[in-house]
């Protein structure tokens, strides 16, 4: 059973950076052929993809995000990591990491996500 655990601050002051761990236990994010993502859900909308690394370490960030955000890993802590740069309160969300099988957006392993707010 693959379990993911996200960590990182709950409040962010704006302009700043956030920066997010998600552990992963039960499985390599080295195993071919997945894909480690983060998705996020602001308050009263739907969720949206951010990015994820692949189990080679090729990243994919979606292109309204890429001008902030970056993806890493640290193999050996099994642990991957997203920093956005510049936060706004409409970064104001609860963020995810997942598991997806083959970079579709098909995930499979949630963890249980993270409340972070943008304010001052």
């Known amino acids: 059973q693959v379990q993911l655990q996200e960590s990182g601050p709950g409040l962010v002051k704006p302009s700043q950076a956030l920066s997010l761990t998600c552990d992963v236990s039960?499985?390599?994010?080295?195993?071919?052929?997945?894909?480690w993502g983060w998705i996020r859900q602001p308050p009263g909308k739907g969720l949206e993809w951010m990015g994820a690394i692949e189990y080679s370490g090729r990243i994919d960030v979606s292109p309204s995000l890429k001008s902030r955000t970056s993806i890493g890993r640290d193999t050996s802590k099994n642990q991957f990591t997203l920093h956005l740069s510049s936060v706004t309160p409409e970064d104001t969300a609860v963020y995810y990491c997942a598991r997806d099988t083959d970079g579709t957006g098909q995930f499979d392993y949630w963890g249980q996500g993270t409340q972070v707010t943008v304010s001052s």
């Open positions: 039960g499985g390599s994010i080295t195993s071919k052929f997945y894909w």
